[in-house]
């Protein structure tokens, strides 16, 4: 049974930092891209940002580069999201997913593209 677990969601003020992590189970996860999606109240679910199987190639969203960092250990089965600078804009709920795609291609924000989803870890953002 595929599972994908996200944990270090929080409440934090602006500038502040958080690192989300994902547990993988059930699937062999050092063969699929991963990625970090969010969805804010009223808004669709975006992508933040996806990594290579092997961690060798990452995509970032524009709103993010230069302050989000995702890594993955694939020896722990584990995705992370470093989150720094974080803004008000930055709140919402985050979901890792798991997907036989290229992560490196411009396709890697498209949701339907993604075969496995966490249930979120939610992230709030205040001024």
């Known amino acids: 049974q595929v599972q994908l677990m996200e944990s270090g969601g929080d409440s934090v003020q602006a500038g502040g930092s958080l690192r989300l992590s994902c547990a993988a189970s059930?699937?062999?996860?050092?063969?699929?891209?991963m990625g970090w999606f969010r969805q804010a109240p009223g808004k669709e679910r975006e992508g933040v940002a996806a990594?290579?199987?092997?961690?060798?190639?990452?995509s970032y969203a524009e709103s993010v580069k230069g302050r989000f960092t995702i890594s993955r250990d694939n020896a722990k089965n584990m995705l992370y999201l470093q989150m720094n600078t974080l803004t008000p804009e930055d709140t919402a709920m985050y979901y890792c997913?798991?997907?036989?795609?290229?992560?490196?291609?411009?396709?890697?924000?498209?949701?339907?593209?993604?075969?496995?989803w966490g249930q979120g870890t939610q992230v709030n953002v205040s001024s």
């Open positions: 997913a798991a997907g036989r795609l290229t992560c490196g291609s411009v396709f890697w924000s498209q949701l339907g593209r993604y075969n496995f």
């Open positions: 059930g699937y062999t996860y050092s063969n699929y891209c």
């Open positions: 990594i290579s199987a092997g961690g060798g190639g990452t």
